[in-house]
């Protein structure tokens, strides 16, 4: 059974700090999505990485996917309160589509 | 332009009971996903419809089906609900297989 765990579980920071989240897996996959979900809500898309070692910016968001496509990370720098939500990383190859936990992100004013 | 949109928005069954849910996909996509989300956790994946076909399954049981029909919409019966059904359920759709999901915002089931 193919794993994305996802660390840490819980994170609450002060507004303006930067942070990192991560996902990981022992199996290789083609592709991986992050994605934000508020309460009440279904997850939103953040990026698609394909490529190994690839690396995406959206604003303050940055994605990078492992060399040998097995991980992820999310650096949020400057994180703001709108930023608070739960991240999630989605991935599957040969058509096992899984979710991790998810990332629990709180960001205080 | 609407995205994916489900109905209801909430849900209370009693455990033995079927429960229906619908979705309708947003413009353009053909593939239909449905997911359960516990509280607290990620999504896990149900099944998987492209051409009113089922394509993937996840690790649930058989009274978890679902169809879609020729418009792509889909719907997700539940039979014989039992209290750990109680959840999240979340539609997607998406066109092609290399595209990420839209999500729709969800049916929360409560089964008491």
């Known amino acids: 059974t193919q794993l994305l765990e996802q660390s840490p579980q819980f994170l609450s920071i002060q507004e303006g700090e930067n942070l990192t989240v991560y996902c990981n897996s022992s199996s290789v996959f083609s592709s991986l999505q992050w994605y934000r979900q508020e309460p009440g809500e279904g997850p939103v898309l953040l990026v698609t990485v394909v490529t190994g070692g690839e690396v995406k910016k959206l604003k303050r968001l940055t994605f990078q996917f492992g060399d040998a496509r097995k991980d992820s990370s999310l650096h949020i720098t400057a994180a703001q309160p709108g930023d608070t939500g739960l991240y999630l990383c989605k991935a599957g190859s040969q058509g096992n589509l899984i979710f991790g936990k998810g990332t629990k992100l709180s960001v205080k004013p | 332009d609407a995205g994916v949109t489900q109905s209801p928005t909430h849900l209370i069954k009693t455990r033995g009971q079927q429960v229906t849910l619908r979705c309708s996909p947003k413009s353009g996509h053909d593939t239909v996903s449905w997911y359960q989300q516990a509280l607290g956790q990620g999504p896990q994946f149900i099944f998987q419809?492209?051409?009113?076909?089922?394509?993937q399954r996840g690790n649930f049981p058989d009274r978890f089906s679902g169809h879609q029909f020729p418009n792509y919409s889909s719907e997700l019966n539940v039979n014989a609900l039992l209290l750990g059904d109680s959840a999240l359920y979340l539609c997607a759709s998406r066109t092609g297989t290399k595209t990420g999901y839209t999500f729709g915002s969800g049916t929360r089931l409560t089964v008491v």
């Open positions: 419809y492209y051409e009113e076909e089922e394509r």
